[in-house]
């Protein structure tokens, strides 16, 4: 039999690249090998019990490959419609079964734990001596983007509970379907640590893993967060919590609680709002306002709602 290589060229989210895990491990069990990985952010799968080779795909021969391999391919649909004007609804499908989907089978909840573990051992210059608590504050989709007060607000509460805190979190955008900038809300931290823009993939592990919690939206942070052993606050949105809540030790429930605000429409996972703004359910509304036209976003969650879910947690 051939080698088996899956190629993620397609994948550019670093959650969508974690999530593709337990795909990666399906694969390698029903083969019976360790299978290569063509992606853009190959550090990811290093470390991967089920990972033969991992390549950046800008850094080999395709051809070679197709040649040489048996490729299966994931994440080649988003935001765009195939031959048939099926598009797969990224805000509509679990975000782990859609690279296993585009494969042609589903995982079970048995089967959905994302593995990752870092290639960089832990720089104690980036953990605090004492207790902290891990904040994420990043501008992302209007629908999931908590205001930089209610960050700041929070970071004092908990400096005042005898935490520190650090910020972790780079500027990034993403290019697609709908194009947007991620800039960063970057504040100084009387006691703790302002290291936005500062970590690699494995820092950030290092230090959401050795943290008494961790504050973020939907994010790539977020799935991350979800490979170690954290308290994971998962601040509300408009999109079906269930789709991206990690899962750990068999479950979603472990170390985790979802903060919802006071819209609990999810409207944008409702199918009925891309009929309403485009006539056709395969289109995505766009997440960069309220689908309900409301002046803020009611699904985020309150400051004080956040605080009290981590009180809770500690």
């Not at 048939?84 to 089967?111: P, W």
Request: proline content about 5%; charged content about 25%; aromatic content about 12%.
């Amino acid at each position: 039999m051939k080698p088996i290589c899956l190629n993620l060229e397609a994948c550019n989210g670093l959650g969508d690249l974690i999530c593709a895990t337990p795909t990666i491990r399906k694969i390698s069990e029903a083969y019976g090998q360790k299978i290569t990985i063509l992606s853009p952010m190959p550090e990811l799968f290093k470390m991967n019990p089920f990972v033969e080779f991992s390549y950046k795909f800008k850094s080999v021969d395709f051809d070679y490959f197709k040649d040489n391999y048996l490729v299966h391919n994931s994440f080649y649909n988003v935001g765009k419609k195939n031959d048939r004007g099926i598009e797969y609804k990224h805000n509509r499908i679990d975000i782990r079964q859609f690279h296993a989907i585009h494969l042609g089978f589903m995982l079970t909840k048995s089967e959905m734990e994302c593995f990752y573990l870092p290639t960089e051992d832990i720089k104690k210059e980036q953990i605090p001596n004492d207790r902290y608590v891990v904040i994420h504050p990043v501008t992302t989709w209007g629908t999931r983007t908590w205001p930089a007060i209610n960050w700041m607000n929070l970071t004092a509460k908990l400096i005042e509970m005898g935490y520190s805190v650090v910020s972790v979190g780079k500027e990034s955008s993403e290019k697609g379907f709908f194009n947007v900038d991620k800039p960063v809300f970057n504040f100084e931290i009387e006691k703790g640590l302002n290291l936005m823009n500062k970590t690699s993939i494995s820092d950030t592990w290092h230090i959401i893993n050795n943290a008494h919690a961790f504050v973020t939206m939907d994010s790539g942070l977020l799935h991350l967060a979800g490979t170690t052993d954290t308290n994971i606050v998962h601040l509300g949105s408009s999109l079906i919590p269930e789709f991206r809540i990690p899962f750990r030790k068999g479950t979603q429930e472990y170390k985790y609680a979802y903060v919802r605000g006071g819209c609990d429409l999810e409207c944008g996972s409702n199918m009925k709002y891309g009929v309403k703004e485009w006539g056709n359910i395969q289109g995505v509304p766009p997440l960069i306002r309220c689908l309900e036209n409301k002046e803020t976003f009611e699904c985020h969650p309150s400051m004080e709602q956040v605080l009290n879910e981590v009180k809770h947690l500690l």
